[in-house]
């Protein structure tokens, strides 16, 4: 049973318009939540976090949302460019588990010019 | 200041063979954790590493297996290969501590059973 889940496999963005990629847990233990970029042949880099106590950080053109009560975490590319093509990965974790991460499975991203 | 390094790069085993893989973290980072990432899967957690001991582990079969020396690079074994076992295998470097921190990931190691 999947623990965090991204239902979109894909998505499929104009250049300059929004991106949002969304992301479900199911374990109300999560209080740390994580977003990653990989490209082909390399390894994820980190894009930006969220802890619990909070429900929105920022950082340049990426935003992260949390909604505790649905279970639900998004992110928000604005302006999408041609370089942000990738898979994006959730994460998240609980303060007992240390450095475990559960991740989703990922979703493609594709901005188009 | 350099990355989280892997080698090698790329495997092809057979089955029944084992395998052992190599992860340098970045300089100072005391925590290594190590992922299989297959089509649809997303990263799976295997194992993490702080202070040469094994912390947290994830939902794998014992014939993988990992250690962590005293300078903090890692290494990850599996023993009796499957073709199942063929995947992307990631390493991921952290500071680690009381808090979270960010994980830095490595280029990764894709393993090929045959």
């Known amino acids: 049973d999947q623990q965090v889940k991204q239902n979109s496999p894909s998505l499929s963005v104009q250049e300059g318009r929004i991106s949002i990629l969304n992301c479900d847990y199911t374990?109300?233990?999560?209080?740390?939540f994580l977003w990653y970029k990989k490209y082909p042949a390399e390894g994820p880099t980190f894009l930006i976090s969220?802890?619990?106590?909070?429900d929105k950080n920022e950082d340049g053109r990426f935003t992260v949302f949390l909604n505790k009560s649905a279970k639900h975490l998004s992110l928000h590319i604005v302006p999408s460019q041609p370089g942000d093509s990738a898979v994006y990965f959730c994460?998240?974790?609980?303060?007992?588990?240390?450095?475990?991460?559960?991740f989703g499975p990922g979703t493609r991203l594709s901005v188009l010019p | 200041k350099a990355g989280v390094t892997q080698t090698p790069r790329y495997l092809i085993k057979t089955r029944g063979q084992q395998v052992t893989l190599s992860c340098s973290p970045i300089?100072?980072?005391?925590?290594v954790s190590w992922y299989q990432q297959t089509p649809g899967q997303g990263l799976q957690f295997l194992f993490e590493?702080?202070?040469?001991?094994?912390?947290n582990k994830g939902n794998f079969p014992g014939r993988f297996s990992g250690r962590q020396f005293s300078n903090s690079r890692s290494e990850m074994n599996v023993s009796t290969l499957e073709l199942g076992d063929s995947a992307l295998y990631l390493c991921?470097?952290?500071?680690?501590?009381?808090?979270?921190?960010?994980?830095?990931f490595g280029p990764g190691t894709r393993l090929t059973v045959l």
């Open positions: 969220i802890s619990s106590i909070k």
């Open positions: 994460a998240a974790s609980a303060r007992n588990y240390g450095q475990n991460f559960v």
């Open positions: 300089s100072g980072h005391r925590s």
């Open positions: 590493y702080f202070s040469e001991t094994q912390r």
């Open positions: 991921a470097s952290s500071l680690a501590g009381q808090n979270y921190n960010e994980q830095f």
């Open positions: 374990n109300s233990m999560f209080d740390y």
